[in-house]
């Protein structure tokens, strides 16, 4: 691993950084002290793996041996425990890192407002007991209409939401009419699916994530609105290099690396300046219209629905390393 010490001044890397806010799409901590960003994004995968390496065990272990003597059933004392690991990891991030660290909420609540905001409030509970200012938390939630509805109510309790899982202007549409802090729109993922759709490499500008992502931002910057964009899911350079300027990328500690260690000129591709003449209307979603114009983004739909799929398997494989432990 290139460390930040090794790293030049002109990196492609450093370049960014003077563009973009740079966040870590992993759990691991020396990937954060090597390449120093300044915020953090984990998810039930990344937790998942982490766990599974030696170095981390421990943070597994400790949350079982605190919770294991608690006065609670099976169940409970899983899901507490598993809530623990989550927050163990997100502050030995923030010993790392200068701003925010992402914690995912249960991917399985993905469509029950009530249980996403009272899981969301437990967790930033959970962090201000241990003298993390919720500020530097963002909860991320699937951008499904109960999650962006859940956003919304949090944001009035100033608890900073990262809507996560999201692959269309219509669910970027309603997080912004919600005034969620962040969302995460997919590249990588949105590549992926038209790939196999369509058989074809897309490369630069012609990546459908890429485009995805870039007309996401302009909707925003030429609208007003404050929520920050924060592209995710790269599958190679290329993709972020294309989205220079936007608000936040998060990039995974082999795309790091490869950036740290290349040296060509970066262009800055995004700024709100650009995005004043983008030729886009202003659009709202109620509840209705929303899941129409969702449903009728066959990519988006089918992505969306994986990616809960996905995350709730790590969730459910993670509570069966807990259960063994106990």
């Known amino acids: 691993m290139t460390s930040s010490n090794t790293a030049t001044e002109t990196s492609q890397l450093a370049q960014l950084k003077n563009m973009t806010r740079i ?23 990344l937790i998942l793996k982490a766990v599974q390496m ?29 809530d623990e690991v989550l927050i163990r990891f997100g502050i030995e991030i923030l ?24 899981k969301s409030r437990h967790l930033i ?19 499904t209409w109960e999650g962006i509805q859940a956003a919304k109510e949090l944001e009035k309790e100033n608890i ?31 590549y992926d699916w038209y790939k196999k759709e369509t058989g074809k490499e897309f490369v630069g500008a012609d990546d459908p994530g890429v485009q995805s992502v870039q007309e996401i931002y302009k909707y925003y910057k030429k609208f007003g609105y404050e929520t920050e964009v924060m592209g995710a899911s790269f599958r190679n350079t290329g993709q972020i290099l294309e989205l220079a300027g936007c608000d936040l990328l998060t990039i995974s500690p082999d795309l790091l690396q490869t950036l ?23 659009m709202s979603y109620d509840e209705k219209t929303f899941r129409f114009a969702f449903n ?7 992505k969306t629905a994986e990616g809960i799929r996905n995350f709730s398997i790590d969730s459910a494989t993670l509570e069966r390393l807990i259960a063994q432990q106990l």
């Open 23 to 45: 966040v870590a799409d992993t759990g691991d901590f020396e990937t954060m002290r090597a390449y120093q960003p300044e915020d953090a994004t984990t998810n039930p995968s």
């Open 95 to 118: 010993k790392i890192i200068p701003g925010r660290v992402s914690t995912e909420t249960d991917a399985r609540l993905s469509f029950d407002t009530t249980g996403i905001i009272e």
């Open 260 to 282: 740290s260690e290349t040296e060509k000129p970066v262009e800055r591709k995004l700024s709100p300046e650009l995005a004043q003449d983008a030729p886009v209307e202003k």
């Open 296 to 302: 009728e983004d066959a990519m988006a739909t089918e």
């Open 160 to 190: 900073r939401c990262n809507l996560t899982l999201l692959f269309s202007l219509v669910q970027a549409v309603a997080c912004a009419d919600a005034e969620v802090q962040l969302i995460s729109p997919f590249v990588g993922r949105i």
């Open 125 to 143: 509970d959970l962090y201000e007991k241990r003298g993390i200012d919720r500020e530097r938390v963002l909860i991320k939630i699937a951008s």
């Open 54 to 82: 030696d170095r981390y065990r421990e943070i597994l272990e400790a949350a079982v041996a605190d919770w294991k003597e608690k006065p609670l059933s099976h169940k409970n004392k899983i899901e507490a425990i598993s």
